[in-house]
Structure formats: structure tokens, C-alpha cells
């Protein structure tokens, strides 16, 4: 029993830490793009074509590299695709930003698919061996992993402040004020050459993601166990029927399962918010009345706040329920909003700017941690499909946001959002009244340890993948 603890704690935390390395580089970096590559707002529709790509690889990508495979080796080659994104920074062009753009959307819905699949799988099993409730143990690994991952904003953002601070010639236009906060529309603001640090420090930034970003492939590629590899295997074996149809439906037939699509709104908002502070808030409100070279401080805040209340909640869930989390972080995100809508942003008010990305990370740790932990609960069964879905929606907030990023005026996105919110709240507690009135069935330790012949036989007679278990 210890051996088996150990172990699964050993994989949840390599998982954790590769991501934290992976994260530090690509968060760093994606955080920067609409002040670093701001020209005709090349740097947020690259952060657009990345959740585009990630939406095309979601409706078949998962399914497939997980079931041939298995979850660690999906994870490392998905982790090589982030690390071409620095690279096509290097030289920030057109064609170079958006070809590695690309490969990393291609690389992202695979990448977080195997995660999650790989921490269900782990807790529904130390669930059985422990006679604990697997949601209970899901929604600990769920917090460990977000609590390890999410400090990945605090290095990565801290390396980007430390070398852009070297430049000392960055400043401020005085007029440039007057357009920060709410009042930015498209057409009466962009960020100044002179906010922008030297090219040499770039690339120096650059080059120590591109360090970062290797030493985590290496790492879980030494040290995660791979857990599913003898179902890969059984699956390879048994595949010869099966067509790339098939796997491509697997996706889109859980849409037929009602909780999944209630569940799109909340989906959809967590991409629409992280993408409001990666985006907007850092571009039109951090550059624009404080510079660049603030924006990796502010975001380390957002970042050490995430961290803690994703681990702190991550525990509380069992004592506190989702309700009530997800009811404080909406309230808490509301606030935001509203605040935002009414701030009129100056260099003065240097602890203000902190105070919101700490609310956002407190707030963010929930849509995180419980959204993760909901999908893996509710689709134990289904779990590949169930976590692409869960990517692929969210990717389509994160397009949708960052497309008409350059477009509308602040205010105008702070009134989607507000409505994609509402719409959220309403959605998900249906979810949950009805989960409280027809429960979701515990995972049996057949469904964890063995593929299911019914499944296997469904490939042959009906070439089409109904059950996506590992």
C-alpha cells in the first residue's frame, strides 16, 4: 500500500514539476505578446491561431495518441511543439510566428488531454486501493498539480522583469495615460517603441525559455512511469479495424451526453478570463501606464496567488463542495470586472495594479481545479474524449477573445465577458442539480486496470470508438 502511495505520488509530482518547467517558459512568453510583438497586433493573433490550432487538434488528436502512445510519451512529444513556439520568436515575423503557433496549438490539446487522463487515472486508483472516494483523491491531485503548476507565472514572469529591467531607457509617454484602463479603443492606442526593451535582452529572455523548456521534456521523460502502457499495447493490437472516422467521432459523440454540453458556457469562460489578463489587462493597463518591464511583476502576483488557492482548494472542495467555490470565484471575478470598467489607471497607484491579478489568481485557482476535477468526475469513463472537449472549448474562449482582441474597445470586452459569466453560473449549477439528483456512478476497478471487451468488440463491428477508457 505505502509502495503504491509513493509511487503515485512520485508520478503526480513529476507531472507537476515538468509542467511547472514547460509553463514557465511558454506563460512567460504568452504573456508578453500583446506589448513584445504589438505591430498590427501580430502577438495576440498568434496567442489566436495557438487556440485555433488547439481547437482542430482536439476533435482528433487526443484519442489517438493517448490510445497509441499512452499519456507520458503523448506528454513529451506534446511538450516538444511549445518549445518551437520561443524559437519562432527569435525572429518575430509573420510566417515564423505563425507556423510555431501552429505546431504548439497541434501539440496543446494532446498535451493537457494526457495530463488529466494520467491524474484520473492515478486517483481513481489509489481511490480503490485506499477504499477512499476517486473524486475525493481526484480532486487532491488536481489541486497539487495546479498549486505546483500555476507558481510556473511567478518564474517565468520574474525572469522577464529581472532581464527587461537592465534597460533602463524604457518609459512612459505622459499622453499615453490617458488612453490606459477602459477608455482603450483600438484606434487611439498602441504601445510606443520607447516601452519596449532592447532587442539583445530579448533574445536573451528568449533563450533561457528555450533552456527551461528542454530540461522539462528530458525530465518527464527520465522520471514520469508510464502507467497505461500495457492498455496502449492492447489497444495497438486490436486497432487494425478501426478507421481515423472513428477516432474523430469519439470526440464529438460525448456532445450527445447533456452534462457536457451545459458544461460549454463554464468551459468557454475560463479561456474568456485568463485571456482578459494574459491580453488585455497586461497590455492596455500594466504597459501602458506603468511599461513592459512591470508586466512580469504584476503577473508573478497573479501567479503566487493562483498557486496557493489552487492547493488550498484543492483540499477544500471535500469540506466546502464545488458550489461554493465556484459561487466565490464568480463573485470575485464580477468585482474584478466591475472595477476595471471604472479604474482610471496612473503610475501613482503602483499597488493597485498588484491587487487584481491576486483576485484574478485567487479566482482563476477554482475555474482550474474544479473544472479539471468536474470533467474527471463526471466522465470517468470517457476520459480522453471528455478532456479534449474540455481543451477544445476552452480554446474557443481563448479564440474568440483574443480574435476580436483588436477590434473593440475595453469596455465592450468587459461586458462579454460579464455575460459569458452570468451565462456560466446559470449553466453549471443545472449541472450540479442534476448530478445531485442522479449521481454520477463510482469508477469500478475493471474500468481503471483492464480495457473493456465490449469496447474492443465495438471496434470491430461498428468501427467507431464509443468508450474512450483507459
Known amino acids: 500500500m505505502k509502495k503504491l502511495t509513493s509511487r503515485t505520488t512520485k508520478n503526480v509530482l513529476v507531472v507537476s514539476f ?53 499519456c507520458k510519451w503523448t506528454i513529451v512529444l506534446s511538450m516538444g511543439c511549445y518549445v518551437t513556439y520561443s524559437f519562432g520568436n527569435l525572429a518575430p515575423g509573420w ?32 481511490g480503490q486501493k485506499t477504499n477512499k472516494k476517486g473524486q475525493d483523491i481526484i480532486n487532491q491531485y488536481f489541486g497539487i498539480f495546479f498549486f505546483i503548476f500555476q507558481s510556473s507565472a511567478v518564474w517565468g514572469n520574474l525572469m522577464s522583469s ?27 492606442f498602441t504601445i510606443a517603441n520607447s516601452t519596449l526593451p532592447a532587442r539583445h535582452l530579448v533574445n536573451t529572455l528568449l533563450g533561457c525559455y528555450i533552456g527551461v523548456g528542454v530540461l522539462a521534456i528530458i525530465f518527464v521523460a527520465v522520471f514520469l512511469d508510464n502507467i497505461d502502457r500495457d492498455l496502449a499495447k492492447e489497444f495497438r493490437k486490436t486497432k487494425g479495424n478501426q478507421s481515423f472516422c472513428s477516432t474523430f467521432l469519439a470526440t464529438f459523440k460525448l456532445l450527445r451526453n447533456p452534462k457536457l454540453l451545459l458544461l460549454i458556457p463554464l468551459t ?39 498557486s496557493l488557492c489552487s492547493f488550498a482548494f484543492g483540499r477544500l472542495a471535500q469540506y466546502t463542495g464545488r458550489i461554493a467555490l465556484f459561487s466565490l470565484a464568480a463573485v470575485t471575478n464580477l468585482g474584478c470586472f ?72 475595453l469596455s465592450t470586452k468587459i461586458y462579454v465577458a460579464l455575460a459569458v459569466l452570468a451565462l456560466t453560473m446559470v449553466t453549471y449549477l443545472y449541472v450540479e442539480y442534476n448530478e445531485y439528483k442522479h449521481p454520477s456512478p463510482e469508477v469500478t476497478t475493471d474500468d481503471l486496470q483492464k480495457p473493456e471487451k465490449a469496447d474492443l468488440k465495438e471496434l470491430n463491428d461498428n468501427d467507431i470508438i464509443t468508450q474512450t477508457r483507459m
Not at 475560463?270 to 504584476?298: D, M, P, R, W
Open 338 to 409: 466591475l472595477g476595471l470598467l471604472y479604474w482610471k489607471p496612473h503610475r501613482d497607484q503602483l499597488g493597485v495594479f498588484f491587487v487584481f491579478p491576486a483576485l484574478w489568481g485567487m479566482a482563476d485557482a477554482v475555474w482550474q481545479t474544479q473544472t479539471n476535477a468536474l470533467y474527471g468526475i463526471l466522465f470517468a469513463k470517457d476520459k480522453e474524449a471528455a478532456f479534449a472537449n474540455y481543451r477544445m472549448w476552452e480554446s474557443l474562449g481563448f479564440v474568440i477573445a483574443f480574435a476580436y482582441s483588436t477590434f473593440i474597445c
Open 18 to 70: 515538468g509542467f511547472l518547467l514547460l509553463f514557465t517558459a511558454y506563460g512567460g512568453l504568452q504573456s508578453l505578446q500583446s506589448s513584445l510583438n504589438a505591430e498590427d497586433g501580430m502577438g495576440v493573433i498568434s496567442l489566436s491561431v495557438i487556440y485555433g490550432a488547439i481547437i482542430l487538434s482536439s476533435m482528433f488528436l487526443p484519442p489517438i495518441m493517448i490510445k497509441n502512445l499512452g
Open 95 to 126: 510566417a515564423s510566428l505563425m507556423t510555431t503557433s501552429a505546431i504548439l496549438g497541434m501539440g496543446g490539446s494532446p498535451l493537457w488531454s494526457a495530463k488529466c487522463t494520467y491524474l484520473t487515472i492515478s486517483g481513481n486508483k489509489r
Open 162 to 188: 529581472l532581464i527587461f529591467g537592465q534597460d533602463t531607457s524604457i518609459e512612459v509617454p505622459e499622453e499615453n495615460l490617458q488612453f490606459c484602463g477602459a477608455t482603450s479603443c483600438v484606434e487611439n
Open 268 to 306: 468557454m469562460y475560463s479561456g474568456f478570463e485568463q485571456s482578459f489578463l494574459a491580453g488585455e489587462y497586461t497590455k492596455n493597463y500594466v504597459t501602458c501606464a506603468i511599461g513592459i518591464h512591470y508586466v512580469g511583476f504584476v503577473m508573478i502576483c497573479f501567479g503566487a496567488s493562483n
